[in-house]
C-alpha cells in the first residue's frame, strides 16, 4: 500500500473522520488530509511525527511498501491536480527551475536564478522547493521528456525514494537505499551502485514530476 492508502485504513479502523484527524493534527482544515490519501502529496517530517503519535505506529510505517515508477500515478502531478492543488491550498509558492538536464550526470548550478517559474503548491512553510527541467529521457527515465522534477530539500533520507544527489561524476537523480556506513543507489533499469556516505551528498527528494499544460 501506498501511504494514501495507509492513512485511509487506519481512519476506516479507527472510525475516525478527516476533520477529527485535521483537528488532532493541528490542521485548519481537512483539505490538506484528502491530498495525502489521495495521495496528491506527502505530509512533512512534522506531520509524519504527528501522525504517528495519533494512530500509535512507527515513522516506518507510512512510507510506501512499493518503489515509484514511471508508471505509478502517485509519483506525477496531472493538470487537474494541479489545478486542484491550486484551487483548495491556503498559499502558493512559485517554484523556480534551476536548469534543464539532458545526461543522466549533470552540472547543476546551485545559486543561479530561476527563470520560470511554475504554479505548484507545497505544503510546508520551511521547505524551499526549486524544479530541474527534463529535456532527455536519459537524464531521468522516471520522467517524460520535458517534465519537471519537483524537488524539496531534505533533512532526513527514506529508502527507496528518488533523489537529486551529487557523486564524483556530477549530479544525478536515483532511487537511494541508506546501509549503515554506505549508499546504494539504484537506476531506472534497477542496476545498484554502493558508495561510501563520504563519496555522496544528498541535495533533495524528487516530490514528483510535473508537465505543463498544453
Not at 142 to 148: N, P, Q, S, T, V
Request: with cysteine; proline share 4%; glycine share 4%.
Amino acid at each position: 500500500m501506498n501511504l494514501g492508502q495507509k492513512i485511509e485504513q487506519l481512519l476506516k479502523t479507527t472510525t475516525m473522520t478527516k476533520v477529527e484527524l485535521a483537528k488532532k493534527l493541528g490542521l485548519k482544515d481537512s483539505s490538506v488530509i484528502s491530498h495525502w490519501v489521495k495521495n496528491r502529496f506527502k505530509p512533512d517530517r512534522a506531520n509524519l511525527t504527528k501522525l504517528s503519535n495519533v494512530f500509535k505506529k512507527p515513522i516506518s510505517y507510512f512510507q510506501d511498501d512499493d518503489l515509484y515508477c514511471a508508471e505509478n500515478s502517485a509519483y506525477k502531478l496531472t493538470e487537474k491536480k494541479v489545478y486542484e492543488l491550486l484551487s483548495s491550498l491556503p498559499a502558493a509558492k512559485r517554484i523556480g527551475v534551476q536548469c534543464e538536464v539532458k545526461t543522466d550526470y549533470f552540472n547543476f548550478p546551485i545559486y543561479s536564478q530561476a527563470e520560470e517559474f511554475l504554479p505548484i503548491m507545497i505544503e510546508g512553510n520551511n521547505t524551499q522547493p526549486f524544479a530541474i527541467k527534463i529535456i532527455s529521457k536519459e537524464a531521468c527515465p522516471w520522467a517524460g521528456k520535458d517534465e519537471y522534477a519537483i524537488c524539496v530539500p531534505s533533512q532526513e533520507t527514506l529508502n527507496g525514494k528518488l533523489y537529486l544527489i551529487k557523486t564524483a561524476k556530477g549530479y544525478t537523480i536515483k532511487k537511494v537505499y541508506v546501509k549503515q556506513n554506505s549508499i546504494i543507489l539504484k537506476d531506472f533499469k534497477g542496476d545498484t551502485k554502493t558508495l561510501k556516505n563520504s563519496e555522496i551528498k544528498i541535495f533533495a527528494q524528487i516530490l514528483a514530476f510535473y508537465r505543463k499544460p498544453l
